[in-house]
Every structure is written in C-alpha cells, then in structure tokens.
C-alpha cells in the first residue's frame, strides 16, 4: 500500500475523537503561528544572531524526532543526546547566545555559555523527569548535585556583570527546585 494509505490504518489505532484531534490541530497551529511571529521578530537582528536563531530552531526539531523515534521504540538517539537537543541548547544555551550576539559578543565569548547551558539544561530535564516520576529521590539528588555543581562553575568562568552572574545562579536554583 502507498504510505497514506498505511498512515490512514495506522492513525485509526489511536482512536483519537474530534475534540482531541481538533484540540492537537489548534495546538500544532497557534505552535506554527507563534514560529511565524518568532521569524518576523528576529528578520530585524544582525546575522550572527539570526543564525543561532535559526540552528536552535533546527536542534529543538532534531531534539523532538528522536524523541518520538524513541518513544515508538524505533532506534534512536540516548537519552541524554535527546535531552541536549530538546532542553540545553534550545532552552538555555541557544537563547543565551542570541541574546549576547544581539549585543555585539563575539564568538568565543558566546562559546563560554555552552558549558552552562549544558549543565543547567540537564538539572531542568533531570526535574521535569523527577516531577513525572520517571526518576527517584535518590538519583534525582545525586545527578542534580552534580550539575548544579557543574552550572555554578560554568557561571563563575563567564566574564559578565555581578548582576548577570546573580541571575545565572539563581536560574540554576530555579531549574532544581521549581515545583512544575
């Protein structure tokens, strides 16, 4: 059978109704709606930001892929490779680099966030995990010991402001105890 009619007896197994798959619709379009804003937003920044905007968008999509490749149990990437994609760099790292591009860094001084962004992206994923039950106390402690450790570290080799450095902290904070 051609692929449409494969996916057409494929989708009938999840027996989705109409306010699930009209409510999916909706999400997916307000999803692409604020994508085109987004786009519209970042046509008026300098090209080095625009392309970090551009490559974050990218990894969020390879991020997800093989999320859903995983959860299919189809072969994907671990969890971790995913996790990167899908929280560190798309929720921490990317933003921050564009920010910073916005104002003028260059690019050794966007390269300083990576490590931050790696740890704290990791400590956001680790408690979303922990709140979903998918991990225990105990491992959720140990492994967000470790990368609150790592992200102060990372913060106190950045070369910003007090203030900056404050916030940075406190984000770690925020990403190991939000209660949601």
Known sequence: PTVHEHFKVESLKFKVNNAEHFGMSMAILAGDLAMAWAD?????????ALELYHRMKEEVIFGQGL???????????????????????????????????IGGADEKTLETFV??????????????????????????????????KEAVQAVKKLKVSKSVTILLTDFVRFALHRSA
């Open 115 to 148: 490590p931050y962004g790696l740890a704290v992206g990791e400590a956001y994923q680790l408690r979303d995990d922990f709140l979903d039950s998918v991990l225990g106390e105990d491992v959720f402690q140990e492994q967000a010991t470790r990368c609150g």
């Open 67 to 101: 999320d859903v490749l995983a959860s299919a149990g189809l072969p994907s990437a671990d969890r971790a490779t995913i996790n990167r994609y899908k929280t560190a760099w798309y929720s921490v790292i990317r933003p921050l680099q564009i920010g910073a591009a």
């Open 40 to 48: 519209e937003c970042m046509g008026e920044v300098n090209g080095n």
